[in-house]
């Protein structure tokens, strides 16, 4: 197993807990037995390990103990040996992940973020224009009545198509009451955590207003367990880097399925090799409801062209036996 750093420059400066960053920075991990693999561990302050701790993680890495590794450097290392497993069995990742059907493409969301009235219904027309299932609105950076303007203007911009909200938990009980009245009477149909992640109980109540509840931060806080048991979800947004591996990640959506929860699948704005591994991921879940995949042109320069690009509103699934095409560090450099 190879481990080697690397950093890829942002279109556009991220937000992190950390502050702004303007590359994305982590480790390939390549395997050659039984087959040539390529992993991705791209850690996400706030979200994961850090870059030092995933780094030590990797440097002393047991590929037969995955379970032992933090959540980035393990999607790295259970990547590298789901590409390499993938490869050689000579079907594309998410037939070895999930079942043998074929799948072309995944529904995606186009994210228009924060804007003025104006700026977010021009942004959400271009996006159902462009074909777009659902389009994800970043709330609670504006006063409560300010986002239920710009809703009501997305809403009218384009009546048909899903519009999601994504609140990282802004708001206090009273105001999310009130949020999900406004938002219900414009059919957004669900809210990115509402309330702060550690208040799962609050969650749990807010559900049953005709705005499902998402939970996304929550998840990664409490683990899946915890939220099954308090009840607090309609929705989980899974990021297979903060979960831990592609593996884990369809786990979770089965067992989300399970208990009557849809999943959700998005990337942690990652290089294509782990972009590549989530739009697997998605197609591992029957009939997955549009995911937040559409994330590539985030990446300034990225280790090859974008192996999942997006089409009208669809992600094509890499069809290749493994993860992608590229089996060596040689084929990116
Ligand atoms: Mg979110």
Redesign the pocket.
Known sequence: MNVDYFSLPLSSPLATADGDITDRTGYLVTVDDPAPGIGEATPLPGWTESLESCEAALRDADPNDLDALPPAARHGVALALLDAEARHEGVPLYQHLGTGRTVETVPVNATVGDADDETTARRVERAAEAGFPAVKLKVGARSLDADLSRIAAARDAAPDVELRA?A?GAWSVPEAERAFDGLAAHGVSYV??PLDSADLEGHAALRGRGVDVAL?EALCEHGLDAVLTAGAADVL?LKPMVLGGPDIAVETAVLARGAGIDPVVTTTIDGAFARAAAVHVAAAVPDVRPCGLATGDRIRTDFIDDPAPVRNGFADVPQKEGNTAATSPADYA
């Open positions: 994504d990282n990115e955590q996304d947004v």
